[in-house]
């Protein structure tokens, strides 16, 4: 699997050009599973493969 890592910005173009806020609420609504971010530094990066498989995982269940 793509181990790519993405940062916030890239995260909230592919999820449909959503808000910092928007992914601060998913992270904090265990029920969305949305993925968690891998810090370096103080910046958050995330799997691209992650994400992605969230994003088909939502389109599934709708």
């Known amino acids: 699997m793509d181990n790519k890592r993405i ?3 890239t995260v909230r ?3 449909g050009d959503v808000s910092d806020m928007t992914l ?3 992270l904090n609504r265990p ?3 949305f993925p968690k971010p891998i810090y370096i530094g103080r910046r958050r990066y995330w799997r691209e493969a992650d994400i992605i498989e969230w994003l ?3 389109s599934e269940a709708a």
């Open 24 to 26: 601060h609420r998913w």
């Open 13 to 15: 173009i592919i999820c």
């Open 56 to 58: 088909e995982s939502r």
């Open 31 to 33: 029920e969305l599973n």
């Open 7 to 9: 940062p916030a910005n």
